[in-house]
């Protein structure tokens, strides 16, 4: 917990706990010998959303589930930085 203290104290940082994909489709298919079976039904990423949490300044722009490619333009915003077509970017 020392990282929200530090996050409350602060009040400078936004602490961002996200995942950068979702994979989805875990299946336990059977027992086998006392042993389960475990697999992922999908090859690759899902198109799922992803658990994304926040606290601190600009937490408000995050909610609990996101597409992970939005993540982040939600973080340039909460930095202030709104121009997505601009490549050169000064932040």
């Given at each position: 917990?020392d990282?929200?203290?530090f996050v409350?104290?602060?009040q400078?940082?936004l602490l961002?706990?996200?995942?950068?994909?979702e994979?989805?489709?875990?299946?336990?298919?059977?027992?086998?010998?006392?042993s389960?079976?475990i697999q992922?039904?999908?090859?690759?990423?899902?198109?799922?959303?992803?658990?994304?949490?926040a606290?601190g300044p600009?937490?408000?722009l995050?909610?609990?589930?996101?597409d992970?490619t939005e993540i982040?333009h939600?973080?340039?915003e909460?930095?202030?930085?709104?121009?997505?077509n601009?490549?050169n970017?000064?932040l």
């Amino acid at each position: 917990m020392d990282l929200i203290n530090f996050v409350s104290e602060d009040q400078e940082t936004l602490l961002i706990i996200t995942a950068d994909h979702e994979t989805g489709g875990l299946k336990i298919l059977k027992q086998k010998n006392g042993s389960a079976v475990i697999q992922w039904g999908t090859g690759s990423h899902t198109g799922e959303p992803v658990g994304v949490y926040a606290y601190g300044p600009g937490a408000e722009l995050f909610n609990g589930m996101m597409d992970n490619t939005e993540i982040h333009h939600k973080i340039l915003e909460a930095i202030g930085y709104t121009n997505l077509n601009d490549a050169n970017c000064d932040l």
